[in-house]
């Protein structure tokens, strides 16, 4: 029988019919902890209360209209990331996947305005910039593009973290470089800082534009309002998505004027970006992550966190090899199998999320309470527990 939802993904058998702050519940009453907050979604939780008072107003007043019209909840966060971040515009869409769409169309006619095309994009392998075709080109690698060519071309993908690579391919015909701070479904890879400013200069070098993705390391994730502030260097344009909504679908492409000094009247569009309802969510999500005293918050939770991982990696060697990230954007390496963590994890009532590299996620609301990290931490130590015991019996 074919299902009624297309099955593209391999979905746990749970149905999660409520949640607040770091917690979810499930159809059958249990109560699950959430580390994985929507895969770095949910950033100020489960129906924070805060995000539910905006919504419930602006939807009493107004959903959509369209770009057709100026938006004021739309012109007033733009507003506010301009005057946050290097940007000096924002064009606003749904998700992470068609703000990619769009730093690819920003950066090839940002060349093509100024009369010398380039076509050139350089990425990063175990890189993952969205699901579209373009997207998937851009980040390259056989799980990502196999069964949907041809793919749009112009992409060369370098191994992570090499700066002698990007000095041998940066060119006078390269468009731009797009990497992420940090990787996220890659293995919460991080790129040092002098990797991010020595790239910034071979961009500069070569007349290229510099692209961050921080989709999934940007709005508070880190520690610091978007990734790469800790490296002292901004791009030319800036992906960001996930976190900014904090549930809602909501994703913005930020931009110097001159790299999107190509992009006039006509050159792209969409129906639903910046809709009055997720601008007005969006709004209130970056007044308090933006807010100095919740960043130096998120740290010391971090602190916290990593603290306790890195005794579970000290109790349980067999299973867990070290802790890698910034901020709350945490991954373990694991000894065995990350889908084993997962499940076992799940036993426990605890969410985390698989990625690559053989790391488990903990992506948790980055206002998650010091008892629920405290928690979390037990529940992986049961979990690694039963997982340790399962080796041992099975040797």
């Known amino acids: 029988m074919i299902p009624s939802v297309l099955p593209t993904y391999s979905r746990l058998p749970l149905s999660f019919v409520s949640g607040e702050g770091s917690w979810l ?5 249990r109560r699950f902890l959430d580390m994985g907050a929507g895969i770095a979604v949910n950033a100020l939780g489960h129906a924070a209360p805060e995000l539910v008072e905006v919504l419930t107003a602006q939807a009493k007043k107004l959903w959509h209209v369209s770009n057709l019209y100026t938006i004021p909840e739309q012109e007033r966060l733009a507003a506010k990331l301009v005057e946050l971040t290097f940007a000096d515009t924002v064009f606003f869409t749904n998700s992470g996947t068609e703000a990619a769409e769009l730093a690819i169309k920003m950066a090839r006619k940002y060349h093509y305005a100024k009369d010398a095309p380039r076509e050139q994009i350089i990425a990063m392998q175990g890189a993952f910039h969205g699901r579209s075709t373009g997207a998937i080109a851009m980040a390259g690698g056989d799980k990502m593009v196999k069964g949907f060519g041809p793919l749009m071309p112009g992409f060369e993908h370098l191994p992570f973290g090499d700066i002698e690579a990007m000095k041998a391919a940066i060119s006078q015909d390269t468009a731009a470089v797009i990497v992420e701070p940090i990787q996220g479904e890659g ?8 990797f991010l400013r020595e790239l910034r200069a071979l961009c500069d070098a070569a007349g290229a534009l510099l692209i961050f993705d921080e989709v999934q390391c940007g709005m508070g994730r880190t520690g610091r309002l978007f990734a790469h502030e800790y490296a002292g260097v901004a791009p030319d344009i800036m992906m960001s998505a ?17 790299a999107a000094a190509g992009m006039t009247a006509g050159t792209h569009g969409s129906t639903y970006g910046g809709n009055p309802l997720g601008c007005a969510i969006g709004a209130a999500v970056v007044d308090i992550v933006s807010d100095p005293a919740f960043l130096v918050e998120i740290n010391r939770k971090a602190g916290l ?20 990230g910034t901020g709350l954007m945490i991954g373990l390496k694991c000894r065995v199998a990350p889908a084993d963590v997962v499940a076992a994890a ?45 080796t041992a019996a099975s040797a």
């Not at 519940?25 to 009453?29: F, S």
């Not at 293995?187 to 002098?194: Q, W």
């Open 346 to 390: 799940q036993a426990e009532e605890l969410l985390t999320v698989p990625a690559a590299d053989n790391v488990v996620r903990l992506l948790p609301a980055l206002n998650i309470p010091d008892g629920d990290i405290a928690e979390a931490v037990a529940r992986l130590d049961r979990a690694a527990g039963a997982l340790a015991g399962d």
């Open 187 to 194: 293995g919460i890879r991080v790129l040092p800082d002098a």
């Open 305 to 324: 966190l990593r603290q306790g991982l890195e005794g579970l990696v000290a109790s349980h060697p067999d299973v867990f090899e070290s802790v890698r």
């Open 242 to 258: 996930k976190g900014i909504g904090g549930g809602f679908p909501l994703g913005a492409v930020l931009a110097r004027e001159d």
């Open 25 to 29: 519940v499930e159809a059958d009453g």
